[in-house]
């Protein structure tokens, strides 16, 4: 039996049904993430050294000085500043290697992809056993792209041939009712600009690039 710890968070994600359930997901984690890091865990030696050893991504540097913690944050680089300053000094060969090896590594994208893989198992899980869930699937608005194809994809080892049918076929009836929404809304949004249009009113398809943006990944 897969683990079941994170039933209660996929439900929730699953009950919103104002995006990509996965990312809403994704944001719970990164919230988690960013409060333990420049909080609790920020102390601690196990996570100083893989703070150090992996880094951060540019996306959660800037969601640290964003959050106004100065202090730990400025401990957390303080350290790890040394321990680059330190690789300065090893050997060529070495230099390369650990530079390599984390050129786009991020302590906190590390752990989200950790907890999110647990995830995904525990929601093929959900999928093979709830109904409830298998609905609750079927009625979401859309997912963006690179979490429909890794559930798409996924779905092919992690459920029974029965049930794989129905999930696919579910992911894809709601992705085309999504670009077909927003195919619709951007037809409007660039009719706009068309001479013939001028003075129109503008309708609730003004922000389509910015949803067509959140289909394709876009977290905001
Ligand atoms: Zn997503
Ligand atoms: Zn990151």
Request: charged content about 30%; overall charge neutral; hydrophobic content about 40%.
């Amino acid at each position: 039996m897969a683990e079941t710890i994170y039933t209660i968070p996929i439900n929730e994600a699953f009950d919103k049904k104002e995006g990509c359930p996965l990312c809403a997901l994704t944001e719970t984690l990164e919230q988690n993430e960013l409060t333990l890091i420049l909080g609790a865990s920020m102390m601690e030696p196990d996570v100083r050294i893989a703070t150090n050893r992996l880094g951060f991504c540019p996306d959660h540097l800037e969601k640290m000085l964003d959050a106004k913690k100065k202090l730990p944050l400025a401990l957390m680089l303080q350290s790890r500043l040394q321990e680059l300053r330190g690789w300065l000094d090893e050997s060529d060969s070495k230099k390369e290697r650990l530079f390599a090896a984390t050129a786009d590594s991020c302590y906190i994208c590390a752990r989200i992809e950790r907890y999110l893989s647990g995830m995904y198992e525990n929601l093929f899980w959900l999928y093979s056993g709830d109904e409830a869930f298998r609905e609750k699937v079927a009625a979401q608005k859309g997912y963006c792209l690179k979490h429909f194809s890794v559930l798409y994809t996924m779905s092919e080892k992690r459920l029974k041939s029965k049930e794989r049918d129905r999930f696919r076929k579910a992911l894809t009836a709601t992705q085309k009712a999504y670009y077909d929404g927003l195919a619709k809304d951007v037809d409007s949004f660039t009719a706009m600009f068309d001479y013939r249009n001028a003075g129109a009113e503008w309708g609730d398809f003004r922000d389509a690039p910015e949803r067509i943006c959140e289909a394709l990944g876009l977290r905001r």
